[in-house]
């Protein structure tokens, strides 16, 4: 599992740890910033838009907080960059990275983060939705592209990939 914190050296300096409850409103305002301003490189405005709205939904935020573990990547003012997401079964759920914050290595570090939670866990691959925006860096990661796929978000359908990695880790008996 992640640290409660664990404090990433270098220029600058991020902080990584678990999220709570408490961190639902940042979450959520990173979120739909993200969408809006990052992934209509990739959609239509009328796609972001639907696909923003999903984070307006403060229960299904707590649901998704009750079955995945999420990481959090805090700057140096302690606000949210960017966050991540796994579950037990090795599904990576969500990663967002803060939209002034692209390019910068948050995205790398938080998936270090959520592989080694799904080393943890024990399993075998990790699978992952990933958007049109996202699919190249998940490539560079070494994650391969089972199939695309429409993905429905609010009221419209998206297209996504699903991918996934097979970790090669020695499980401990």
């Not at 678990?18 to 940042?26: S, V």
């Not at 599904?91 to 967002?96: A, E, G, T």
Request: hydrophobic content about 35%; glycine content about 4%; charged content about 30%.
């Amino acid at each position: 599992m992640a640290e409660k914190e664990k404090i990433l050296f270098g220029e600058p300096c991020y902080k990584i740890r678990t999220l709570e409850e408490k961190n639902i409103p940042q979450m959520r305002d990173l979120f739909r910033s993200t969408v809006l301003n990052v992934n209509i490189r990739d959609y239509t405005k009328e796609e972001v838009e639907d696909w923003a709205s999903c984070g307006e939904n403060l229960k299904h935020l707590k649901e998704l907080l009750s079955y995945n573990q999420f990481v959090g990547a805090f700057d140096e003012h302690d606000a949210l960059v960017g966050f991540a997401s796994m579950n037990k079964d090795g599904y990576l759920h969500s990663m967002f990275v803060h939209k002034d914050f692209q390019r910068k290595g948050i995205a790398t570090l938080l998936l270090s983060e959520v592989e080694q939670i799904a080393e943890q866990y024990g399993v075998t691959q990790i699978t992952s939705e990933v958007s049109l925006t996202a699919r190249t860096f998940f490539e560079k990661k070494g994650y391969e592209v089972v199939k695309a796929q429409k993905y429905r978000t609010n009221k419209l359908e998206l297209t996504n990939f699903v991918m996934r990695k097979i970790l090669n880790y020695e499980q401990s008996i």
